[in-house]
């Protein structure tokens, strides 16, 4: 068989659209000989190789062993028969609710996404002193808390009931929830802008190691002291000396550190390495990664600024999640990888920012309960 | 950790019934058992519910007890049977066989190894000129005469035949597979998004 032909045949069979007479021919070929077997075994195994290459991008381990869970739930359940029937209502009550939700919802059908997410971030931190006092703050309020009290324990805080009474009484903490940041100074004359989400510990006063503990995102401009500065997080330390620089360590994400003036060193399970201004570093197994980048850009959040520089949709999302104290979820994986260039007001609210990236992309979001849907237009 | 190993570790706390030792099992095996699969099915939203399914029923119907040692082989032979079965309900299967020589081996499916196959794979085409590209993609993919190419690229038809040839010649040398290349190339088109 002529070589064209015989790649032509391949194709076909690889997009089912094998003639009958094609297969029959392509069958004889094979049968000819071992080499000719060979040759389509190779094509057949590239192509694989392909697909599942092609599938690595697709697959969504982290959720699979929830999903396994819901599964083993939801067939255990639907083994008694009581609750088949139970199941059937339900699903026709559904149907019905439905259709009349489709009538009321019909006239509101403009509503925008401003007014359907009025979500906006503020100003909170929740302070715990060595001496077990605990108080939280907001722009407008100062409130005083008794950490026994169980009107304190909101959803953010329900570890406060686990306060010790034996705390050292010397170290502090500032807490801020999703939905809030907080600026505050140190003693030492050290700045510290704290991201959504973020613990800061340190105690006052300072030993002869001005030493701070970090969960979460945080900015410092440290103040220039004989004694060095150090910033614990995710099993890292970060030294300086005087310098400003940007740490994020949120749990299940990688630790990066981005150096504005100055310099820092870094220690850890990446080694230890020494950044200059300008350089950003990120953690992967075992080592350290750095880059260059616009460090103006990687701290603009402390000045009421999201910037995003060909940023991928999932880490603008998590940013979304804890500023904006929502949960957001995507109607397929792969809008993940979709990058936006671009600056939102942090002071606006979640509608007006989903509007923004609505209107420059694919991507379209819709409310589902109490969660964002994020879907492809 | 090697496979053989954590078999070994895994498999005395399975038969015991110990749940948290399923989980590791599951977290260990989960990716190269999917990409195991999606060899076959060709959707990867299928061969993950299929794995899914198969590791809840492994647990709820007891299967962990009746295991043998050798937990790897079962869980891929497992996995492949399931994802044939599934494969025979979609379409009529020809070149059974032939399908099933082309497979990878479970010790192939891991992340790691997948991404080396492609990476070695692209890198002999990335060698190949912006020209060569150009009439590959022209008479293979598009499925167009010399001429046509010839005319669309402002070269004479001798010019593009000398571009084709060497390009095969240099894909022929460098994966050492023969008419398989222009085959794949067409898939690799069609699959990828063009890298020019």
């Avoid at chain 1, 959720?63 to 339900?90: G, I, M, S």
């Avoid at chain 1, 804890?322 to 600056?343: E, P, Q």
């Amino acid at each position: 068989m002529e070589e064209k032909r015989i790649y032509t045949l391949f194709i076909k069979y690889k997009y089912g659209r094998l003639s009958a007479s094609d297969r029959e021919e392509l069958r004889a070929w094979l049968e000819a000989s071992e080499a000719n077997r060979e040759l389509f075994v190779s094509f057949l195994r590239i192509c694989k190789q392909e697909v599942q290459f092609e599938a690595l991008g697709q697959l969504e381990p982290d959720k699979a062993w929830d999903a396994c869970r819901r599964r083993r739930l939801f067939r255990r359940y639907l083994r008694h028969p009581l609750t088949r029937w139970a199941v059937a209502a339900v699903l026709v009550g559904l149907v019905c609710l439905w259709y009349a939700r489709w009538d009321t919802t019909s006239e509101a059908s403009g509503t925008s996404l401003a007014e359907l997410f009025p979500n906006h971030g503020h100003r909170e931190a929740l302070f715990v002193s060595g001496q077990g006092q605990v108080w939280s703050q907001t722009d407008s309020t100062f409130v005083w808390l008794d950490p026994k009290a169980p009107a304190s324990h909101t959803s953010d805080y329900r570890w406060l009931k686990d306060l010790s009474s034996s705390r050292d009484k010397r170290s502090n903490e500032v807490h801020v929830p999703r939905g809030g940041e907080y600026s505050l100074v140190l003693a030492d004359g050290t700045k510290v802008w704290l991201n959504a989400c973020s613990t800061l510990r340190f105690s006052y006063p300072f030993d002869s190691l001005r030493v701070v503990s970090l969960e979460g995102e945080a900015y410092f401009e440290v103040a220039h002291d004989r004694k060095p500065f150090e910033v614990h997080a995710a099993g890292n330390v970060v030294r300086v000396l005087g310098t400003k620089f940007d740490v994020r360590a949120y749990a299940g994400q990688p630790l990066q550190v981005t150096l504005a003036e100055g310099r820092v060193q870094v220690d850890g399970a990446g080694g230890d390495r020494r950044l200059l201004p300008g350089e950003q570093l990120t953690e992967a197994v075992g080592t350290y990664d750095v880059h260059e980048v616009d460090a103006r850009r990687a701290t603009a959040w402390t000045r009421g600024v999201f910037e995003f520089d060909d940023t991928p949709l999932d880490e603008i999302v998590r940013q979304l999640e804890r500023w904006y104290n929502v949960d957001m979820d995507y109607a397929s994986a792969d809008l993940k990888h979709i990058r936006f260039t671009g600056t939102i007001l942090r002071k606006e609210s979640l509608g007006y920012a989903l509007e923004m990236i609505q209107k420059v992309s694919d991507v379209c979001f819709s409310k589902k309960g109490e969660c964002v849907r994020i879907e492809k237009k | 950790m090697k496979d053989s190993g954590f078999d070994a570790m895994m498999f005395g706390r399975l038969k015991a019934g110990d749940e948290a030792a399923f989980k590791c099992l599951f977290e260990h095996y989960y990716v190269p058992l999917c990409l195991y699969s999606v060899q076959i099915t060709e959707s990867p939203e299928d061969s993950e519910d299929i794995v899914q399914d198969f590791f809840v029923r492994f647990w709820e119907k007891g299967f962990y007890r009746t295991v043998d040692t050798n937990l790897k082989s079962y869980l891929f032979n497992a996995v492949r049977n399931l994802s044939f079965n599934y494969l025979k309900k979609q379409r009529t299967y020809l070149f059974e066989e032939l399908e099933e020589r082309s497979l990878s081996l479970p010790e192939e499916c891991t992340e790691d190894d997948v991404r080396e196959h492609h990476r070695h794979l692209h890198e002999a085409f990335r060698r190949l000129s912006p020209q060569e590209v150009r009439v590959l993609r022209g008479i293979v993919f598009e499925g167009n005469t010399y001429k046509e190419v010839a005319q669309e690229m402002g070269i004479s038809v001798n010019t593009v035949k000398t571009y084709l040839a060497r390009a095969l010649k240099f894909l022929r040398m460098q994966l050492l597979l023969g008419i398989i290349f222009i085959c794949f190339l067409r898939i690799f088109f069609s699959l990828c998004h063009p890298f020019l």
